[in-house]
């Protein structure tokens, strides 16, 4: 059994998007608690919970929504610092890395004196953590989550230790909530039941969790070898100053390797990516690899390279420039096969990646965009565009939203709103006074030259917008408006001028 030395940092995802851990505080992931600190846990807020009730139990929560590429980044920083020990540094996860720890132990006087050396080197760096040494990843991290930093586990001892754990550890509600009804409570109790069985009972996945639970490692290890060499290279002449450029490289080598491990029948589920520099240096991490997609893997070079900035440099920028990236599959298993998608293609997901790939080569990395929602008062403003394989701009402006626009959303957002004109009964232009008050009820609309009667309407939303800034201030108000030709607009009024902003389906 390999001995494992895993760094676990507290909280992780609070601490990237710059939550105090001394706070109440939560990282927010498509309504629920992805994450959250101590001081909330002490609270009754719980990572899986939904928003509302996590606020319901902490009224003064500190929220921030879940920033996956400033957990990658700033990541790095620790990594970084634990490479500077030993090499062969894998991060599993943000927030999570492991290295092998008996050539390193041997090094540095013994297990525990490296893993305090580890630890201690993590604080100084200035991040709280925990490490754990034990047999295997899973048990080593457990052990690195333990105690008061972590403990170190004796070699054989991992069932042991794991014992009597509850069955939550497994990160499988389902599997844990009938375990439960079972009569199996801790992950001892579920070691003690026969391979046989619970292969039959609870299929693969099961399988692979009670190996877990008996301290094994999660496949057999029967590594492949590659009866040639798979790894891809990419050079680049002048050397890439911008990070684009590399990552871009990067998701074109994921699609290359993936293509020529799929060709042998196999599966990489550690993956090493080399870049060097034009001075000389060359910076090697080691990925955790179950299933990562092309731009899996090119947001974690983006992570990568992100270590290698001096104070004060740019994010985009690359100190020195890249002269060649290597993407290396460093422990091959046979490949357990995977759905495809109907009459036996791959997977939609792969073909519109591929497709994606070809059109940024022809049109270059901001040649093909994927909307994505965002905070916003109006429909235009609840969306941007960003280039396929990048994630969400880190400045995003948050909430809350005064003056938006409720459900439902809007059809179409014109590019240019078309003007409009809002009249009441007598004639008049409907206005809306600085008090936010509407002349008249509005009775007739005219768009496009054609007028409508007004069926129904309903407003203002008004917003105020940027007051503080003389050069950028603006003030509207919002009307939903319905016609007797069936159709429904979202109007805004602004320095007394209408025009349609959104028009309903």
Excluded: N
């Excluded at 870049?275 to 080691?286: N, P, W, Y």
């Excluded at 007739?444 to 503080?468: C, K, S, Y």
Aim: neutral net charge.
């Amino acid at each position: 059994m390999t001995r494992v030395l895993v760094v676990w940092c507290p909280d992780w995802p609070a601490t990237a998007v710059g939550v105090d851990a001394s706070a109440a505080g939560a990282v927010v992931e498509k309504g629920q608690v992805a994450a959250c600190t101590a001081a909330a846990r002490a609270e009754g807020v719980r990572r899986g919970q939904r928003l509302r009730d996590a606020q319901r139990r902490c009224p003064e929560l500190v929220v921030r929504e879940r920033d996956r590429d400033a957990e990658g980044r700033l990541f790095e920083t620790v990594a970084g610092a634990v490479a500077e020990l030993t090499p062969r540094v894998e991060v599993v996860r943000p927030g999570l890395c492991a290295l092998p720890a008996r050539g390193p132990a041997r090094f540095y006087g013994g297990e525990e004196a490296l893993r305090v050396l580890v630890q201690d080197t993590v604080v100084e760096a200035g991040y709280d953590c925990g490490a754990g040494v034990s047999d295997g990843l899973f048990a080593a991290e457990l052990a690195a989550r333990a105690g008061q930093g972590g403990v170190v586990v004796p070699e054989g001892g991992a069932a042991a230790f794991l014992a009597p754990y509850p069955l939550s550890v497994l990160d499988r509600p389902e599997l844990a909530d009938l375990l439960r009804r079972l009569g199996v409570k801790t992950l001892g109790d579920f070691a003690a039941l026969p391979s046989g069985d619970v292969a039959g009972r609870f299929g693969a996945d099961g399988t692979l969790a009670h190996r877990l639970a008996r301290g094994e490692e999660p496949r057999p290890l029967a590594p492949v070898r590659a009866a040639a060499d798979l790894s891809v290279r990419a050079a680049f002449e002048p050397p890439a100053e911008q990070a684009e450029r590399v990552v871009f490289g990067a998701k074109r080598l994921a699609t290359e390797l993936h293509e020529g491990l799929a060709a042998g029948g196999l599966a990489c589920v550690r993956l090493e990516v080399a870049a060097g520099f034009a001075d000389g240096h060359v910076l090697r991490r080691l990925w955790r690899h179950d299933g990562l997609s092309a731009l899996a893997v090119a947001e974690r070079v983006r992570w990568q390279l992100s270590a290698w900035q001096p104070r004060g440099a740019q994010a985009e920028h690359v100190w020195g420039g890249v002269t060649w990236l290597e993407l290396v599959p460093d422990q091959l298993v046979p490949d357990e096969g995977r759905q495809e998608a109907l009459w036996g293609r791959t997977t939609v997901t792969d073909r519109i990646a591929r497709a994606a790939d070809r059109v940024q080569a022809l049109l270059g990395h901001r040649g093909i965009t994927r909307p994505m929602l965002v905070g916003g008062r109006g429909p235009g403003e609840q969306v941007v565009r960003v280039p396929v394989g990048d994630l969400a701009p880190a400045d995003l402006p948050e909430g809350p939203w005064p003056g938006r626009v409720g459900a439902p959303a809007p059809a179409v957002v014109p590019v240019a709103p078309p003007g409009a004109e809002l009249l009441d009964a007598s004639g008049g232009a409907v206005v809306v006074s600085a008090r936010c008050e509407v002349s008249a009820p509005p009775a007739t609309l005219t768009v496009g030259g054609r007028p409508a009667a007004v069926t129904g309407w309903t407003g203002p939303w008004p917003a105020d917008e940027r007051w503080w800034d003389p050069g950028r201030a603006r003030r509207r108000a919002r009307f939903q408006v319905t016609t007797d030709d069936g159709a429904a607009y979202l109007l805004a009024v602004e320095g007394g001028r209408w025009h349609v902003e959104a028009v309903y389906d």
